[in-house]
Nanobody
Framework: QVQLVESGGGLVQAGGSLRLSCAAS????????MGWFRQAPGKERDFVAA????????NYADSVKGRFTISRDNAKNTVYLQMNSLKPEDTAVYYC????????????????WGQGTQVTVSS
C-alpha cells in the first residue's frame, strides 16, 4: 500500500505563507496522481490541488489559483503544497491523497490518504 504522512501545518496570520509536506512510502510513483484536499469544521472535504507525478500536469481549485503551488521532490518521495497569501477561509485540515493514473477532483476517487495537518489562518 501507499502510506502518506502530512506535516507543515500551523497557525499563520492572514497574508502569510505555509508549506505543507506529504511524505510518501517508497515505490515508483510515476503512474500516480497526488492530490491535496481540505476540510473545515462542519463542511465537506474539498479539492485543493493535484498533480500527475510523472506527467507534469497540475490542477487547482479556483479558490487557490495563483496562491497555492503543488510540487514534488522525486528523491525524497515528497509532495509539497506551497500556500501563499493565506486567507482565514483557508483554515482547514489539509489532507494528502493518492490514486492511480489520472488527476481527479472528487475525494472518493482517491485510494490512499494521510492523517491530515491543521492549518489555521487568523484574521
Amino acid at each position: 500500500q501507499v502510506q502518506l504522512v502530512e506535516s507543515g501545518g500551523g497557525l499563520v496570520q492572514a497574508g502569510g505563507s505555509l508549506r505543507l509536506s506529504c511524505a510518501a512510502s517508497g515505490r515508483a510513483f510515476s503512474n500516480y496522481a497526488m492530490g491535496w484536499f481540505r476540510q473545515a469544521p462542519g463542511k465537506e472535504r474539498d479539492f485543493v490541488a493535484a498533480m500527475n507525478w510523472g506527467g507534469g500536469n497540475t490542477n487547482y481549485a479556483d479558490s487557490v489559483k495563483g496562491r497555492f503551488t503543488i510540487s514534488r521532490d522525486n528523491a525524497k518521495n515528497t509532495v509539497y503544497l506551497q500556500m501563499n497569501s493565506l486567507k482565514p477561509e483557508d483554515t482547514a485540515v489539509y489532507y494528502c491523497a493518492a490514486r492511480l493514473y489520472t488527476i481527479e477532483v472528487a475525494d472518493y476517487e482517491y485510494i490512499w490518504w494521510g492523517q491530515g495537518t491543521q492549518v489555521t489562518v487568523s484574521s
